[in-house]
């Protein structure tokens, strides 16, 4: 059987007016082009569809069969062809995000409220893990974007770099460093150092080992938490100083620590990213939304 959406439109608008002139003309279609139509559908069907005389129309006990399915046919391709469209446009679906463990949570505020004011029917689902573990979720799709610490291997992605943000020594409030004007890599040499595991944020973590330079290897001892809150919380114990983003150790504001600028200053990255020629417009759109949230808050 090869009946085509055209002969099942073309039925139910007949079997809607009972009248081949106003059926044509709701369906723009001349009136032996319509006929020819219903003809091939009856001989598809096997049975007659309508009875029909000079001057009436009436639907047989075949078509009254035929036209409620006929009728939700159309209606559920109408529904589908909709999402499709939707899809492709970027107005409908969902957009799977990565956020950093560390650093400024407000630019993703920012940015959902943007986006999803505009795209009001779109989902987006956030999970925050490593930027190591972001990255690969990135290349196996599962993540559309991801928001990382720089500097990360991007090869098959795209990367845009949102802001820089301060780094910053947070030491025990008994720690004599506490009451000091800035820390410098040779000021936490016999001191123990709390930190994240390497494998997490690979270039943060060497970034950070940059800047301690020979100091790292007259370290009391380095001890690895799992995130920022951790790292900070063992400080605040008595387990070493750490070296965090300022931004977060301010939001944490945990009792029995002393944020001391370093000297000299550390800046860290943050980036949005995502796989390189990712043709998806929801993808584009929240790009745009990123981009016009950083901007709002004045970084680059």
Known sequence: MSITLIQLE??????????????????????????????????????????????????????????????????QLKQGLTAVRGLVEGRVGALKLGTTVSGEFGIVSRTLAVFEAARPNIEVVVSRAPTASNVDQLRSGGLDAALVRPPIDTSGLTLI?????????????????????????????GHGLVTFPRRTSPGLHDHIGAWLGPTRARLRRVIERPDEEMMVREVAAGGGVTIVFLARALELGIAGVALVPLDPPLMGELALAHREGDPSPLLGAFVDAVALASRAAGHK
């Open 10 to 75: 073309h039925f139910v608008v007949l079997a809607e007016e009972l009248n081949f002139t106003r059926a044509s003309e709701r369906l723009s279609v001349g009136q032996q082009g319509l006929s020819s139509s219903i003809r091939t559908l009856e001989r598809e069907v096997g049975a007659r569809l309508f009875e029909r005389s000079k001057h009436h129309v009436e639907l047989t006990a075949e078509g009254q069969a035929l036209l409620g399915p006929a009728q939700r046919t159309i209606e």
């Open 161 to 189: 770099n949102l802001l820089e943000e301060p780094l910053t020594a947070a030491v025990a409030a008994d720690d004599h460093l506490a009451a000091a004007h800035r820390v410098r890599p040779q000021d936490l040499a």
